[in-house]
Nanobody, 121 residues
Framework: QVQLVESGGGLVQPGGSLSLSCAAS????????MGWYRQAPGKQRELVAV???????DYAESVKGRFTISRENAKKTVYLQMNSLKPEDTAVYYC???????????????WGPGTQVTVSS
């Protein structure tokens, strides 16, 4: 079983910055995409940013120019740097990884437990 361990998050004032990180907990054959999603109260979970194994990135329009996703393959870790935060960024942020634990296995999608980000004065 793979666990995604998230860290970061918390309370920040509008215009501030926060950094999230997420690491896979065990040896893994290959990680394809890694990404961040968020879910605000009363809303559906939505994509924030994803990064492929070869470094291609995609962002939600609402965060382009403010958020940056990156990854360290050797550490099986994905990061999300969030700048110029707005109250509408308030949500639970979830890490996602699509990976193969073993070379003979199929790719599976795993989720972290979520970390709260609150942007408020």
């Amino acid at each position: 079983q793979v666990q995604l361990v998230e860290s970061g998050g918390g309370l920040v004032q509008p215009g501030g910055s926060l950094s999230l990180s997420c690491a896979a907990s065990r040896v893994i054959f290959n990680i394809n995409t890694m990404g961040w999603y968020r879910q605000a109260p009363g809303k559906q979970r939505e994509l924030v940013a994803v990064i492929t194994s070869d470094g291609n990135k995609d962002y939600a329009e609402s965060v382009k120019g403010r958020f940056t996703i990156s990854r360290e393959n050797a550490k099986k870790t994905v990061y999300l740097q969030m700048n110029s935060l707005k109250p509408e960024d308030t949500a639970v942020y979830y890490c996602n990884a699509v990976l193969k634990v073993f070379s003979w296995d199929r790719e599976r999608s795993y989720w972290g437990p979520g970390t709260q980000v609150t942007v408020s004065s």
